[in-house]
Antibody, heavy 121, light 107 residues
Framework: EVQLVESGGGLIQPGGSLRLSCAPSGFTVSSNYMSWVRQAPGKGLEWVSVIYSDGYTNYADSVKGRFTISRDNSKNTLYLQMNSLRAEDTAVYYC???????????????WGQGTMVSVSS | DIQMTQSPSTLSASVGDRVTITCRASQSISSWLAWYQQKPGKAPKLLIYKASSLEGGVPSRFSGSGSGTEFTLTITSLQSEDFATYYCQHYNSYPWTFGQGTKVEIK
């Protein structure tokens, strides 16, 4: 079965750091584009970051310079390193397989169950 | 940034109704638009991609249309399991953005 499982969320103080992980089953992170999308409590969806199979990365302005997307091919795991966390980063964070034009253009076709990050003192 | 505006924000409907949700982009996104369904406490689920392509396993009562800046999601004969929040999302250029969502409620 193709699925994604996130982990690493929790309660963190403002200014702190946290690393989220996303482990797929049924496919490899190295050969796919992968994204992080977040959803603040009671709010809509916000794209956060993407990493291409060739290593290219892109970020939303709201997290640029503070968050870093990466992957470990040997562990088949996607990461989101979050530094200098703010209260407004509080959200459920989803990882999603991302299929752009070169691979059929199916956007975010597979989603994880999400992991909650709460930034509060 | 390209802004995505959905209407209505909330929609009250009955089982069996035909439902249409509109999504407008602030500039042309060609056909790089997806629609997702989200139920409370669950991850979003892809319904439609490239504006009108039905994702595998999604019932045929769901359909999408449009190109450029105007898009619609239509549900013919609404079923009880369709009561949820629906989001459009463009992936034409960075940053990718979502509409604010349309909640489909039971009338």
């Amino acid at each position: 079965e193709v699925q994604l499982v996130e982990s690493g969320g929790g309660l963190i103080q403002p200014g702190g750091s946290l690393r989220l992980s996303c482990a797929p089953s049924g496919f490899t992170v190295s050969s796919n584009y992968m994204s992080w999308v977040r959803q603040a409590p009671g709010k809509g969806l916000e794209w956060v970051s993407v990493i291409y199979s060739d290593g290219y990365t892109n970020y939303a302005d709201s997290v640029k310079g503070r968050f870093t997307i990466s992957r470990d091919n040997s562990k088949n795991t996607l990461y989101l390193q979050m530094n200098s966390l703010r209260a407004e980063d509080t959200a459920v964070y989803y990882c999603a397989r991302t299929m752009l034009a070169v691979s059929g253009g199916r956007a975010f076709d597979i989603w994880g169950q999400g992991t909650m990050v709460s930034v509060s003192s | 940034d390209i802004q995505m505006t959905q209407s209505p924000s909330t929609l009250s409907a009955s089982v069996g109704d035909r439902v249409t949700i509109t999504c407008r982009a602030s500039q042309s996104i060609s056909s790089w638009l997806a629609w997702y369904q989200q139920k409370p406490g669950k991850a979003p689920k892809l319904l439609i991609y490239k504006a009108s392509s039905l994702e595998g396993g999604v019932p045929s009562r769901f359909s999408g249309s449009g190109s450029g800046t105007e898009f619609t999601l239509t549900i013919t004969s609404l079923q009880s399991e369709d009561f949820a929040t629906y989001y459009c999302q463009h992936y034409n250029s960075y940053p990718w953005t979502f509409g604010q969502g349309t909640k489909v409620e039971i009338k």
